[in-house]
C-alpha cells in the first residue's frame, strides 16, 4: 500500500467510537498515518483537517472479503481504480480481489500485477491465488511462491474445486503455509446447466435450475476434509439453510471452517427473477424466502463471520443479453453496508464486526497476523477508518455509483445508512459522502 506517512494531521470529530474493544464517545487524531489520540474536545491547531462525525459512528475501515476487480483482462467492466473507488464510498478500506481475472491470478508474475496497479488505490488491495492452475481443477498452484509475496487466501472462485483429493492435498499444503482455502461450493455434476434456483419458479419460467444439494453436497465434503487435515477453509457465499446448518454443526465440533454470506442473499429471493432480468441472475442464484431467513439467523447467532459482497461487474452489453446467457453476478461494495442496516434486525455494532474486523481475521489483514485493517481504534494503531451515519436515507442510483458497470439489483431502492467519510492510512479518501479523486 501507499506510504501515507506525509499526510496532514486530521481529526475525526464528535462520533461515536466503536470497535471490537466496545464503545465510548471520543475525537480521534490521526497523523502520519495513524491514530496518535483518543479523547472529548482534542484541539485541532492551524492546517488541522477537521472531519465531522456528528451523530454518526466511527469504527476501523470495512474488509471485502470477496471482491471482483476484473483486471486485468475484462477493464471495460471494472478496474482496479475503479472498484476500489466504488469500495472507498462504501466505506471499506481493504478488498481481497478474486483470482477469476483474465489471465487468472495463480502466478507469481499476475500476482505482482495487481499489486503494482493497487499502488495509489482507494483502498488497500489484497490478492487471493487460485488454488490450481488457471483454475482448472487440475493441478495445485505455486501456493508457496504466492504465499511468499503476501497472499493469504486462495480460492478457485466461481468454479469449486471438483476432485476431493487435489482439495485434500491442497488442504494439506496450505495448513503447512499458514493460509487459508475459500471454496466457491457447487457440485458441476448437479449444478450443470442451472441458471437459477431449482423449484418452483425455474418451473413457472421454464429456466433450468441449481439444485440447493449442488452447493451442499461441497460444502459437507470440505468440512470432512478440514476435518481431517485440520486445514483452514472458508466457505465463500453460503447461500441455502442446509449449507448454514452443516457449517453451524461443524463449529460447534470445532472444526476450523469460516463462511461468508452475501448481501443479495439475505435481501433477494428468486422470485425477483420473475420478470428474466438478468440483473438478478447471480451465482449462488438467490434462493428462496425460507433460505432468506437461514442466512440471516447464520448472521444473528454467529454461524456466518463476515458479509461479503461478492461485488461482480459485468459489461452493459453482456448483461442485456437473454438470462440463460448472461453472466452471473451483481455490484455491492457501495450498497452492502446500507442493505446490512436496512435488512438486518441486528445492533450497528454487530454488523460492523461482520463487515470489518472479523473479515479482517479471515483474510489475515489484522493486526494480530501483522496487517493494518479491523484493529481496535487506540493510540499507535493504522488509520483505516469509516465515519457512518447509521440514519441517513439514500436512493440507490446505477449512474452515480463509481463502478465501470450498472448491475445492481437495487436501483430505485431507498436505503437508510450511508458512509459520511472513509480515511486510509491517514489519508481522507472520502469526505461527506464524496471520493475526494
Known amino acids: 500500500m501507499t506510504d501515507r506517512t506525509d499526510t496532514p494531521e486530521l481529526v475525526v470529530r464528535g462520533g461515536m467510537v466503536v ?40 469504527a476501523p475501515g470495512l474488509v471485502d472479503l470477496h471482491t471482483h476487480l476484473r483486471e486485468p483482462g475484462r477493464e471495460e467492466a471494472e478496474t482496479v481504480a475503479s472498484g476500489t473507488r466504488a469500495a472507498a464510498l462504501g466505506g471499506f478500506t481493504a478488498v481481497v480481489a478474486m483470482p477469476n481475472t483474465d489471465p487468472p491470478l495463480d502466478s507469481a508474475e499476475s500476482v505482482r500485477n495487481v499489486y503494482a496497479l493497487a499502488e495509489g488505490a482507494l483502498a488497500q488491495v489484497a490478492v487471493a491465488g487460485a488454488i490450481t492452475v488457471g483454475r482448472a481443477g487440475e493441478r495445485l498452484a505455486p501456493m508457496a511462491e504466492l504465499a511468499a509475496l503476501g497472499v493469504r487466501l ?45 423449484g418452483d419458479w425455474s418451473s413457472r419460467l421454464g429456466l433450468p435450475g441449481m439444485p440447493a444439494e449442488a452447493e451442499e ?35 460447534a465440533e470445532g472444526v ?25 441472475k447471480v451465482n449462488p442464484p438467490l434462493r428462496p424466502q425460507a433460505d432468506v431467513d437461514a442466512v440471516k439467523r447464520a448472521l444473528a447467532d454467529g454461524t456466518a463471520d463476515a458479509i461479503a459482497t461478492d461485488h461482480a461487474p459485468h459489461a452493459p ?52 497476523h501483522g496487517g493494518a485493517q479491523g484493529g481496535p481504534i487506540a493510540e499507535g494503531s493504522p488509520a483505516n477508518l469509516v465515519v457512518v451515519d447509521p ?46 479523486r
Open 217 to 251: 453436497v461441497m460444502v459437507a465434503r470440505d468440512i470432512a476434509l478440514s476435518r481431517a487435515t485440520g486445514g483452514r477453509v472458508h466457505f465463500l457465499h453460503l447461500s441455502t439453510a442446509g449449507s448454514i446448518d452443516l457449517v453451524r454443526r461443524a463449529r
Open 317 to 368: 452489453e453482456l448483461k442485456d443479453l437473454p438470462f440463460d446467457q448472461a453472466p452471473a453476478g451483481m455490484l455491492g461494495l457501495q450498497t452492502a453496508l446500507a442493505l446490512a442496516v436496512t435488512e438486518l434486525d441486528l445492533p450497528l455494532e454487530r454488523i460492523l464486526a461482520l463487515l470489518s474486523w472479523q473479515p479482517a481475521a479471515i483474510a489475515m489483514l489484522d493486526p494480530a
Open 256 to 280: 476450523p471452517v469460516t463462511a461468508e454470506v452475501a448481501p443479495h442473499h439475505f435481501t433477494l429471493t428468486d422470485g425477483c427473477t420473475s420478470g428474466y432480468d438478468p440483473v438478478f
Open 19 to 58: 470497535d471490537a474493544t466496545g464503545s465510548r464517545r471520543a475525537d480521534v487524531r490521526v497523523s502520519g498515518g495513524m491514530v496518535v489520540e483518543l479523547g472529548v474536545g482534542l484541539e485541532t491547531p492551524a492546517g488541522t483537517t477537521v472531519l465531522d462525525a456528528g451523530g454518526c459512528v466511527v
Open 154 to 198: 486462495f480460492t478457485d472462485d466461481g468454479d469449486g474445486v471438483q476432485s476431493a483429493g487435489l482439495m485434500r492435498r491442497a488442504l494439506q499444503y496450505a495448513t503447512g503455509l499458514g493460509v487459508v482455502l475459500g471454496q466457491h461450493c457447487e457440485d458441476r455434476s448437479l449444478a450443470a446447466g442451472g441458471t437459477m434456483h431449482e
Open 391 to 436: 440514519t441517513a436515507t439514500w436512493r440507490v442510483d446505477p449512474t452515480a455509483l463509481a463502478s465501470r458497470s450498472r448491475n445492481t439489483p437495487y436501483a430505485g431502492r431507498t436505503l437508510t445508512g450511508r458512509v459520511r467519510h472513509t480515511v486510509l492510512a491517514g489519508e481522507p479518501v472520502v469526505i461527506d459522502a464524496e471520493a475526494r
